[in-house]
């Protein structure tokens, strides 16, 4: 396996990435999708699902090729590339083959009886063309599963990846290419945020993004100018709560991969580690113990790897010096100032003492950074987790589940994993998004299947009878139609007179002039 040092990383960007799209390039990617979803559109599921099927066998056979790709665009360990991207979106694939057909039929729903001899459903159509805008921290999974899910359901799509992992753009115009897609089905556009900017102008059906909550922000103000309806995955600033009860070992390592799994470069990494206060110097000493058993490299059995690019590792910076200067206490790692210039490699650093209001605590962080907290009560900790204007994940420790449930009950967030961290996005039953300022929408699933789709509701009368209780003309119905809600929603029904007044209002329907 070669490797790719991080050092290397910008200048992929500068070689690849800088391709500015023309007003003609951008016509032509948009008719060819247009054009496509024409036929696209009419295949049945099962026939999508075939070339999804292709497509999971292609990734399946070179898997090891995708995840090296990943591991030197990123950084990230190559067992991480393996298994948090490349298999996540084999499992998506599987959920796709087997429940795609089934969810995207009509669903027959229940008819009020005010309605009576009428029949209800659901019907998913295709949105058209949807534009994916996919980041660079996951640039494989994040941008693969959203593409997979618009597909199944029955739409052409534009993806726009991050400039920043140019590599894996590549990769992934290459497989749909050798997995012969029809031309037009999926776009893979190799640009920056001005490329991005130019294709929502362009006014694709939908957009999917998954991103920083400023970009999150100027793509919703750009889709709102033409009601172009959205799903945002933003940021997030997860609590990890640890009560006194709580496996310790597993709850430190659960801590650790949660906090610095890609260099805590994920939108559900552990950002404020909350434990009980009778427990925390334990807890503390745990951390610091298996902290130290940790291996940082290039290999193929380096536990943690380097930061992407260097722009984050500036932000990460400035967010640990303020905190130090603030008061805070540097348990494990070293200070900032020691940090090796023009280096992606960026040991985990615990901290504590943090005080309640710097950034290290209120903004998303994205490095390998866990500030730990005490807390005492269990309303006490409900509250400082929920002061984050994010809201995309948490997850609470300890051996009683009744606890588990009623804390997770009470959190403000989208994702909860309990005894547990981050995986949940790797459940593809389960819908993914967050709430407050961590995303709009959700996708994954049958949720995901479903905001790639427009659901119409359709009400089917046989049209045997020549006008309707509610038509014109209104003459002598009001008397008979009170009695009906009186009778029907009142306190006190009264089948009775119900059947009088449906059957008056019928018969007075059934006139054939207006007077």
């Given amino acids: 396996m070669s490797n790719l040092s991080a050092s290397a990383i910008d200048d992929r960007v500068s070689e690849y990435a800088w391709q500015p799209k023309t007003e003609d390039d951008l016509e032509s990617i948009y008719q060819r999708a247009r054009k496509q979803f024409s036929v696209w559109k009419n295949y049945s599921v099962q026939e999508r699902i075939v070339w999804l099927r292709k497509l999971r066998y292609h990734i399946a056979e070179n898997r090891d090729r995708i995840a090296n790709v990943i591991h030197q665009a990123t950084g990230k360990p190559f067992l991480e590339a393996l298994s948090s991207e490349v298999m996540m979106v084999l499992e998506s694939l599987r959920f796709l083959e087997k429940h795609a057909e089934k969810l995207l039929r009509p669903q027959k729903r ?57 590599s894996v753009t590549e990769l992934m115009q290459s497989l749909f290419h050798e997995v012969g897609f029809p031309e037009g089905v999926v776009q893979v556009i190799l640009g920056d945020g001005k490329t991005g900017r130019e294709l929502i102008q362009k006014h694709p059906d939908f957009i999917h993004f998954t991103g920083s909550v400023a970009t999150g922000r100027r793509i919703q103000s750009l889709a709102a100018e033409q009601l172009i309806p959205t799903t945002l995955e933003l940021g997030g600033k997860d609590p990890m709560i640890v009560f006194a009860d709580a496996h310790l070992e597993r709850a430190v390592r659960g801590a650790l991969w949660g906090a610095f799994c890609n260099s805590g470069q994920v939108c559900l990494s552990i950002e404020r580690l909350y434990v009980e206060r009778s427990i925390l110097p334990v807890f503390q000493e745990l951390l610091i113990q298996s902290l130290a058993q940790l291996c940082q490299g290039e290999d193929i ?19 640990v010096l303020e905190a130090l200067q603030q008061g805070a206490t540097l348990l494990a790692g070293e200070h900032p100032d020691h940090w090796l210039e023009n280096s992606r490699k960026l040991a985990p650093m615990l901290i504590t003492n943090v005080p309640n209001h710097v950034s290290l605590l209120n903004e998303e962080t994205f490095g390998p950074i866990l500030p730990i907290l005490p807390f005492d009560q269990e309303d006490e900790v409900i509250e400082l987790a929920n002061q984050s204007r994010l809201g995309l994940g948490a997850s609470v420790w300890t051996a009683d589940l009744q606890r588990a449930k009623r804390v997770a009950a009470q959190l403000v967030t989208g994702n909860v994993c309990l005894n547990d961290v981050i995986i949940s996005i790797a459940n593809p039953y389960l819908p993914y998004g967050g709430t407050k300022e961590g995303g709009i929408g959700k996708y994954h ?57 449906y059957m008056k209002l019928l018969n007075l329907s059934r006139k054939r002039n207006y007077k």
């Fill in 301 to 319: 059995d380096a536990d943690l790897g380097s930061m992407t690019t260097m722009a984050q590792i500036e932000k990460v910076k400035s967010q």
């Fill in 445 to 501: 699933g049958a949720e995901g299947l479903y905001a790639f789709s427009i659901q119409t509701s359709i009400l089917l009368s046989e049209g045997k009878s020549p006008s309707e209780m509610h038509w014109f003309p209104y003459a002598g119905k009001s008397q008979s139609l009170s009695q009906l809600i009186a009778s029907w929603y009142g306190k006190h029904k009264n089948p009775f007179k119900l059947l009088q007044a």
């Fill in 110 to 166: 229940k008819t009020p009886m005010i309605l009576f001899g009428k029949k209800s459903y659901l019907q998913f159509q295709p949105r058209g063309i949807v534009l994916v805008i996919s980041p660079w921290n996951f640039p494989f999974q994040l941008a693969m599963v959203p593409v997979i899910e618009a597909l199944a359901a029955g739409n052409c799509v534009l993806l726009k990846p991050s400039e920043w992992t140019p």
